[in-house]
């Protein structure tokens, strides 16, 4: 399955943006789907993971609670709803898909052996 994340952009801290990550192919809802970013300096880290039902969802510390990870597999779509944006979220926001229902937790472990596509930017100003 192909990847393709958007909806990142320039917002002021406190404010919101919603990401989208299209894929392309079949049996899309047979993956779980984990968004993931990379801030300017530092590693790409794990920031939330939905299972193929979207009845399992998991995210890291830093977004709980501000974060919400949702997939319509009519539309082959899984969204990162970011709310209340701080100036320490700002990075390249990346989605990764993974087939089986085992994978679901190696997404939320951070792991994630594919291919990484084109991430979205996100800055969140002070």
């Known amino acids: 399955v192909q990847l393709q994340a958007s909806g990142g952009g320039l917002v002021q801290a406190g404010g919101s943006l919603r990401l989208s990550c299209a894929a392309s192919g079949r049996a899309f809802s047979n993956y779980a789907v984990g968004w993931f970013r990379q801030a300017p300096g530092k590693e790409r880290a794990f920031v939330a993971a939905i299972n193929w039902s979207g009845r399992s969802i998991d995210y890291s510390d830093s977004v709980k609670g501000r974060f919400t990870i949702s997939r319509d597999n009519v539309a082959n779509t899984v969204y990162l709803k970011m709310d209340n944006l701080k100036p320490e979220d700002t990075a390249v926001y990346y989605c990764?898909?993974?087939?089986?229902?085992?994978?679901?937790?190696?997404?939320?472990?951070?792991?994630?052996?594919?291919?990484w596509g084109q991430g979205t930017l996100v800055t969140v100003s002070s």
């Open positions: 990764a898909a993974a087939f089986g229902g085992d994978n679901y937790y190696t997404l939320c472990g951070g792991i994630f052996m594919g291919s």
